[in-house]
């Protein structure tokens, strides 16, 4: 609480995640337009992947609230202002920590998280980090757990809170982490149910009033598609062409789009496909071919 109003005020909204978990949002679309768009790149599946072995022992942690662990350069907390009735009266606020809402706010933890990362991984602790979700392993169920009991002491010490409800520091073959089954004993990576469901639903929405789908419904359709290329494949990309052709005739977001048999065709495929699909292997030996090629040479050419 302040004595002055901020020199911006915010509006308050509110999240909620997969697991139904409500989470306070600081409105700031009036800030983050005013901020530098740095590139930067999060650790994901595919990098899950290319750390992991064939037959690890896996477990999963994270971090409770993790942009409240990162203070905000006093000067610039006048920017994340916001106004609540507080004792029956109007009063100011701001936040001294990171909010959930600030654009920066992903690029700051993941480069804050970025040395802890490094000193695990040099000293042979294979873990990966998507902000606050871990992902750690090894190769067999005493190794997997020393590296767990490292992670999570090592955690606590730099002065993190752990949601230990969603921690799971017990290595076994199976675990899910980003929306994704790691089940270790088959090599295979699989979507979870819950992701399935709720692609599902949407299909059925929209194939139940076609007449009245916009561009961002079937955005967000075509989306969760592709986003479970890990366990689907390539033909995440194949079958959502007329889906994208159908999303780039809108006019606006909020457009309703003019389906064609071909589109309807693509859906209903997913419909028909998209439990079969799901499941793909993860570690691929690799296929090698011999191949015997001809040239000839001149003081002009080759061919």
Same mark, same amino acid.
């Given at each position: ?63 409770? +609230? @993790? ?6 350069? %006093?000067?610039?907390?006048?920017? !994340? $202002? *916001? ?59 005493? +190794? @997997? ?6 992670? %999570?002491?090592?955690?606590?010490? !730099? $002065? *993190? ?60 359709? @075509? ?81």
């Amino acid at each position: 609480m302040v004595d002055l109003p901020p020199l911006v005020v915010n509006p308050l909204s509110v999240a909620t995640n997969a697991r139904g978990k409500k989470r306070l949002v600081l409105d700031l679309r009036h800030v983050n337009p005013h901020l530098h768009k740095l590139k930067f790149k999060c650790e994901d599946v595919d990098t899950a992947v290319l750390l992991l072995n064939p037959g690890d022992f896996l477990f999963t942690f994270d971090i409770k +609230s @993790a942009y409240h662990h990162v203070e905000v350069f %006093k000067d610039h907390q006048t920017y !994340l $202002g *916001f106004q609540w009735v507080y004792n029956g009266k109007s009063q100011y606020f701001i936040f001294r920590v990171l909010p959930f809402g600030l654009s920066t706010a992903p690029l700051v933890f993941t480069k804050i998280l970025k040395p802890v990362l490094r000193h695990w991984r040099s000293s042979g602790k294979r873990v990966c980090m998507f902000l606050d979700d871990g992902l750690g392993g090894g190769l067999s169920l005493q +190794s @997997a757990t020393i590296v767990s009991q490292a992670i %999570k002491r090592d955690l606590i010490q !730099l $002065g *993190f809170l752990l949601s230990e409800s969603k921690c799971f520091w017990e290595p076994m073959p199976i675990q899910t982490w980003l929306g994704h089954i790691f089940n270790m004993s088959l090599n295979q990576l699989f979507v979870t149910e819950t992701r399935l469901q709720k692609l599902e639903q949407s299909l059925d929405n929209i194939l139940g009033c076609p007449k009245k789908v916009t561009a961002r419904q079937l955005a967000a359709v @075509a989306g969760q598609i592709v986003s479970m290329s890990r366990a689907i494949g390539p033909k995440v990309y194949l079958y959502t062409r007329h889906m994208y052709f159908a999303i780039e005739t809108r006019e606006h977001w909020g457009s309703i789009l003019s389906f064609n048999s071909k589109l309807t065709t693509e859906l209903q495929y997913w419909v028909s496909n998209l439990r079969t699909l799901n499941g793909r292997d993860m570690f691929r030996e690799p296929q090698l071919f011999d191949t015997i090629v001809y040239s000839d040479a001149s003081d002009q050419g080759y061919g």
